[in-house]
Structures are given as structure tokens and as C-alpha cells.
């Protein structure tokens, strides 16, 4: 069956529509995006490790992120210590079922996260209570944060302190949204590389 010139056309919307998205952030992000690589590594060569968190379709970004670090991106070399918190379902049922959901990452944060690691915190909104509740324990375990957001950066944006950097897409679609934060994880793993190996 061909599909109809009204669906071809919404298509090619979406794709339009991802595209200037990328174009209209690249100059605005570039310098939060290049803050972030410097924090990340700098974590990374003083033996620390980046934690990753979000829900849903962030939480598919945060594995993402994580396994390419654990893993490789583009070129070889060893692996690099990073942790998605959202992975382990025992640990999130049990949690969610003795305490709260709104507790999911900090109870893990706080049982692993030492000074000097880098929180990878993923909402779209911003304003996701169990990724805020991340940011407030990796605040008192002296875990920096970097904080991938989107619309005006929600709750999780007023928190920031210190050496935290903020990556805010500017939008309001949760879907443009996400392919641009796909886009920046992918330019923190290229930088991280670029830094610790010269990539060039």
C-alpha cells in the first residue's frame, strides 16, 4: 500500500522540523555542550566515574550515554567508568515500593557517588522529582552535575551551583527535545574522546 501524500508530507515536517531545531541550537549549546566535556573528563583522568538518570525516553538516553562510554563510541580504547542509574529493576522496584519513586536515583546516588563524580541528569521538562532528587543528593555527596534539559530548563535549571553546567534546548516539543539532547550525548562522547585520546 503507498502511503498517502499527507503522511509524506508530515514526515518530511518532523524531519524539517529536527533539523532547523539543530541549526537554531548549535551555537547556543556549543559552549554548555564544550563545559560539560571539560568537567566530564577532568572526573574521568581523577579516577572518578559519570551516573547517568532520567525517565522514560531520557532513561533510554541516559543507558545510551552510558554504554557508549563502557563500550566505545567511535574510535578504540578502553573503557571509561560510567553507570546508568535507571537499569537495575530490582533495585528501582525496591526502592519505589519501600520508600518512594521520587527516591529511584538519590538512594543510589547516594550509595555510590563520591566527590568528584559527574551526575549526567536527564528531563525534558526539567522538572522531573526523582531527577531532582538526584541533583540534591549528588549536591550533598559533592558529586558535580551536568543537567540536560528542555522549554526553560524547569526546577532542575534554579538548582545548579558551582561547577554544574546547564544544556537547556529551547523548545517546547518533548520529541525535538530528545533528538537534540541524542545529538548533544553524542558530542560529549566525541569530545571526552577528542580530550583523552587527541581524536581528531
Known sequence: MRPTMDLISRISE??????HLKLQCMDALAVPIAAA?????????QDGKILSCG???SAADAQHFSAELLNRFEVERPG????????????LTSIANDYDYTQVFSKQLRALGHSGDVLLAISTSGNSPNVIAAIE???ECGVHVV???????GR???MLKGEDVHICVPAGSTARIQEVHLLTLHCLCDGI??????VE
Open 156 to 158: 532542575m535549571g534554579e
Open 137 to 139: 543528593a549528588a549536591h
Open 14 to 19: 518532523n524531519f524539517s522540523e529536527s533539523a
Open 147 to 153: 543537567a540536560l534539559t528542555g522549554r526553560n530548563g
Open 193 to 198: 574522546d577528542c580530550l583523552l585520546l587527541g
Open 37 to 45: 566535556v571539560q568537567l566530564m573528563v577532568r572526573c574521568l583522568q
Open 55 to 57: 525517565n522514560g525516553g
Open 80 to 91: 571509561l567508568a560510567a553507570m546508568a542509574l535507571t537499569t537495575d529493576s530490582s533495585t
